[in-house]
C-alpha cells in the first residue's frame, strides 16, 4: 500500500465543519480577499493624508475670523465701532478692576500703546459689566490711562466676541479687521510686539 498523499495548502483547506472534506480554491479566495483589503486600507489612508493635508492647510493659509460688529461706548461718551476701527491694528482688552492679573498687566498694555500707537495701533479696553461705573473711572483716572476704555452695562460687546467670561482676555485685530490672536490671560508681551511690528507693516 502506497503512502497517503499529502494536501498541500496550497490547493486544499480542512474544515472540521464539513468533517473534513477537502476545499479546492480556498486559499487562493483568502489570498485575493486580503489582497482587496489591503488595497481598500490604502485608499482610505490616502483619502485621510488628504484630508488632512486640506484641514493644514485651511488652518494655515485659511481666512481668519472677522471681528464682530460692535460698537463701543467709551467713558468720556464717545461711540465707535469695529468697522470704523479698520485700517488700524486694534487691541480688545477685556478687563474688570477686581481682576489681579487685568491690573498686573495693565502698565504693559500702556507701553505697549505708547509704543505703537504712532504706527497706527489702537487700544481699547473693556470693562466687564459688573464692574462699577464709578471704579472704573477712578482706576482710570488713577492710572491716566491713555488709551480708550469703554464700559459694556449691557454684555453686548462681550457677547460679540464670543461670549467673554475670563479676564483678562485680549484680541489682536488687524487693519483688514480680522482677528489675528486671541490672548487668554497676560499676553507674552515680547512676542505679541513682534507680531505687532508684522501687522502693522502690512498695507491697510
Not at 494655515?60 to 467713558?75: D, N, R, S, W
Not at 470704523?84 to 477686581?98: D, E, H, I, Y
Request: hydrophobic residues 50%; charged residues 20%; positive net charge.
Amino acid at each position: 500500500m502506497g503512502e497517503p498523499a499529502l494536501l498541500s495548502l496550497d490547493s486544499v483547506v480542512w474544515f472540521r465543519v464539513c468533517g473534513g472534506c477537502p476545499v479546492q480554491g480556498l486559499p487562493q479566495m483568502i489570498v485575493r480577499t486580503q489582497a482587496s483589503v489591503l488595497a481598500m486600507k490604502i485608499r482610505i489612508f490616502a483619502v485621510l493624508a488628504v484630508v488632512a493635508l486640506a484641514v493644514a492647510g485651511f488652518f494655515i493659509h485659511g481666512a481668519k475670523p472677522l471681528a464682530p460688529e460692535v460698537g463701543f461706548i467709551t467713558l468720556k461718551g464717545e461711540r465707535i465701532n469695529t468697522a470704523a476701527l479698520r485700517g488700524k491694528v486694534v487691541l480688545v482688552n477685556f478687563w474688570a478692576t477686581s481682576c489681579a492679573t487685568c491690573i498686573a498687566e495693565m502698565p504693559r498694555l500702556v507701553e505697549t500703546h505708547d509704543k505703537f500707537a504712532a504706527r497706527g495701533l489702537e487700544t481699547v479696553a473693556v470693562a466687564m459689566s459688573y464692574d462699577p461705573e464709578a471704579q472704573v473711572r477712578a482706576y482710570v483716572d488713577r492710572s491716566a490711562l491713555p488709551f480708550k476704555v469703554a464700559l459694556d452695562s449691557g454684555e453686548a460687546v462681550a457677547r460679540g466676541f464670543g461670549g467673554v467670561r475670563l479676564t483678562p482676555t485680549t484680541f489682536l485685530i488687524d487693519r483688514q479687521g480680522r482677528i489675528v490672536h486671541k490672548y487668554l490671560g497676560e499676553p507674552d508681551f515680547p512676542v505679541l510686539h513682534a507680531l505687532l511690528e508684522k501687522l502693522l507693516a502690512e498695507a491697510a
